[in-house]
């Protein structure tokens, strides 16, 4: 399993149509991944299974609280000084 990251990319103005990157014909698609489209972090509770969804909502918590989130298989690591 490769690095898995969540970015806060700003805020869409309501009006400008995004369009996802796309990939070559010939490129394999991500494994697990069948579809895609913009999700509210409510829907993530229904649309993401468990680790992707804490993620989404960890990063969520991380740019609401201007704080750096940092999960390890899915759970909350925080360095404490020894």
Not at 49 to 67: F, Q
Request: charged share 25%; aromatic share 6%.
């Amino acid at each position: 399993m490769g690095a898995l990251g969540v970015i806060e990319g700003g805020e869409i103005p309501l009006g400008i149509d995004v369009t996802p990157p796309t990939t070559p014909d010939d490129a394999e698609p991500e494994p697990g991944a069948t579809a895609y489209r913009w999700a509210t972090l409510g829907e993530t509770d229904i649309l993401c299974p468990g680790p992707e969804r804490d993620r989404v909502h960890s990063a969520h918590e991380a740019w609401a609280t201007g704080r750096t989130a940092y999960l390890i298989c899915g759970e909350r690591f925080t360095a404490r000084p020894a």
